[in-house]
């Protein structure tokens, strides 16, 4: 199901439809401010296995996941105060943090460590979605087989429509990853340079 959504205006109807998706265990593609991103509740087990599945990725490799802002982080986070300020500058923006997590991490997509990774994309239909639902939502790349980023929703939509219940179509997305800051220790540590400036972690 190919559903367009008002980049600058969502329609309420529209993103309710896909938050029924969301609250009945279902699986949708979905814009961010960098690429298309494929997700789930984040308290879904069985929708965060199936998308397992369509990635074929291993259960070893953790997924990140979106908020609908700083304070939804908190309860899903441990947010130093450090981190807390960088992030009111930076959010939302295209940047994942990597944060402790706290106990409200369904472990399934934490296997190793006790950490995520959290975004909050300067997408209008993202967070207008994340934010009606009221809980995060898994975010993983939509990629081909040979692992690249695809941008258009309409092939994106041939490509998936048999393997999950929703791609909501916010135009084509220049293919772009997000920076990558980890605030683990006492400083920040810049893990990947994308899309999203860093030079304040410099």
Do not use: W
Request: proline share 7%; net charge neutral.
């Amino acid at each position: 199901m190919l559903v367009s959504i008002n980049r600058e205006n969502p329609q309420v109807r529209l993103v309710r439809k896909a938050v029924d998706v969301l609250e009945e265990g279902g699986i949708i593609i979905y814009p961010t401010d960098t690429v298309y991103g494929i997700g789930c509740d984040l308290l879904n087990r069985r929708a965060i296995e199936r998308i397992y599945d369509i990635k074929q990725r291993s259960r070893k490799q953790p997924f990140s996941f979106v908020c609908a802002d700083l304070k939804d982080i908190s309860n899903y986070a441990i947010v130093p105060n450090y981190a807390y300020k960088a992030m009111k500058r930076l959010l939302p923006g295209p940047y994942t943090f990597i944060l402790e997590a706290s106990r409200l991490v369904p472990r399934i997509i934490m296997p190793k460590r006790k950490t995520v990774g959290i975004r909050v994309p300067d997408n209008r239909i993202c967070l207008a979605v994340v934010s009606t639902l009221g809980r995060p939502i898994i975010s993983t790349s939509v990629t081909t087989a040979g692992d690249e980023i695809m941008t258009d929703p309409e092939e994106i939509d041939e490509k998936f429509r048999h393997r999950v219940d929703m791609v909501i179509d916010g135009g084509v997305l220049p293919p772009a990853e997000s920076s990558v800051v980890s605030f683990l220790e006492e400083s920040p540590e810049v893990v990947r340079v994308g899309k999203g400036d860093v030079s304040m972690f410099g």
